[in-house]
């Protein structure tokens, strides 16, 4: 939808000679003493304006000169179809405003090093690769609130603040609650599993919070999670849905962001070769790979970033693996009952390297193990009592699963870095601005 009569430069094709007016900041410019050529943005895309002096007469030409980089600035002009250049339009302008004269602009056209753009988050995302990753986070968000709506699960949001941990104590942002000790939710997992006890099938989409001491490309402080949580789905209904849903995100991306994909020069073959359904081994079987694969890796230790990149290697496709040691998983995991050594819970690992980007499984439904989970772990049971409600009234079989939000932007990106995927990541030591 347009706003008054200004266009979106993305939607210029539709207005084909006809009069607009764009909206927008002064991204580059380039023209000699009698035709001017500025490269507008206004977030939707770039427009090559030509303004002759001839047609505009010299007063509001020699305005020109005065234009920076990122000036805001309005102008308005016939648009033509222009092959060469990149959205395939240009505007022959017949006026335009000046709506700010920018100050000497840090980020120039330059190559800038990471951490001098880092300091300058609030003005790297007007880049176009920034802003092109940023429309794909959207499309990304909005697939899968469509993906869960067309399939009748609630949107059940899972509170921020929370009194007790669900994925281990040790990456905890702690806060003070009024005197009370509190904690940043690193999962909205627990609130989940009553709301779906409620609500059948459910979904949560939110930030989530690790005080990790990882630095690495993987890792953030903050990031967002969606989280589905079913009722009566054991660990392979939990994984046909996961496979579903990541393969309509995948396509949705294909189909809609073909111009932003190409500013960050993807390899959409990669992407357009993953079929249905994803492979699926068990943890031992992945053991087995990086053995072959001529690792040094002793059954019952966690994979590490180089562990996943070998075993999704293995594939070329998204994998999950199920079936991890009951020993390094969470509380909640269900033992398979054929191998009390083994949970029912599967992570998926993306290809190209991008490793986790899923971890769930199904959950203990029984009181008693439960209770005794809760004290293996060392948890305070007073925390715990509402969720041990859950296995007092009515507990049925049930799974979940949560996907990070920026690793599936990273992948689907092809970014080497998860720092872009979000408009102001929080890493460690560092969270300004
Ligand atoms: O495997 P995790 O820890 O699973 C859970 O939190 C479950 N309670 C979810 C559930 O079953 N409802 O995290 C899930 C996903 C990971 O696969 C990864 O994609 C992402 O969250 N993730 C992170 N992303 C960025 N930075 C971090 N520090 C992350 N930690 C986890």
Redesign the pocket.
Known sequence: MEILNTVLIKNLGKHLDEEVTIQGWLYNQRGSGKVKFLILRDGSGLLQCVIVKQNIGEELFDKTKALTQETSITVTGIVKEEPRAAGGYEMQVTGFEVINIAEEYPITHKEHGVDFLLERRHLWIRTPRQMAILRIRSEIEHAFRDFFYQRDFVLADAPIITPSA??GTSTLFGLDYHGEKAYLS????LY?EANAMALGRIYCFGP?F?A?K?KTR????E?W?V???MAYFDMDDNIKLQEEMVYYVITRVLERCKRELTILDRDVEKLKNIQLPFPRISYTEAVEILKEAGEDFTWGEDFGAPHETIISNHFGSPVFVHRYPTSIK?FYMKPDPEDPNVVLGA??LAPEGYG??????QRIDDLELLKQRVEEHHLPIEAFEWYLDLRKYGSVPHS?????L???VAWLCGLEH?RETIPFPRMLHKMYP
């Not at 993987?218 to 402080?221: E, N």
């Open positions: 669900c994925e690193q999962s909205g997992q989940s989530t690790r990790e990882s993987r890792h953030l402080m990031f999670m989280e589905a949580e969470a992570d998926l986790e980007i899923i971890g769930g499984g979940g699963f949560g996907l990070g920026e690793r599936t998860i």
